[in-house]
């Protein structure tokens, strides 16, 4: 499956597992960056392998366009967005 900044995907592995994260950086094609903006901050994003990932059809389009054009953005913008999402479960 395709992954893009700014989609909302759950933790499947790991002491975040079932956490709700954000998708903030692509490393690799096996490896991306994640926050919550809660425990993993947008400082110090968590890079996770994809397998460890379920990832969902949501995206946060105004997270994206900050993220890809370099805009900064906050910790509060993003707890804010995977808030009004709520549980995608798709």
């Known amino acids: 499956m395709e992954i893009s900044i ?16 954000v998708v903030v950086g692509i490393v690799d094609d ?11 901050r947008i400082e110090k994003p968590k890079r996770k392998k994809i397998k460890h990932l379920r990832v969902t059809k949501k995206v946060i ?5 900050k993220l890809k054009s370099g805009a900064k953005v906050s910790n509060s913008e993003i707890r804010k967005a995977l808030a009004e999402i709520g549980d995608a479960e798709e």
């Open 6 to 21: 700014g989609q909302v995907v759950y933790s499947r592995a790991g002491r975040d597992s079932g956490r709700k994260l």
């Open 61 to 65: 389009l105004p997270l994206t366009d």
């Open 30 to 40: 096996k490896n991306v960056l994640v926050a919550d903006g809660d425990l993993r």
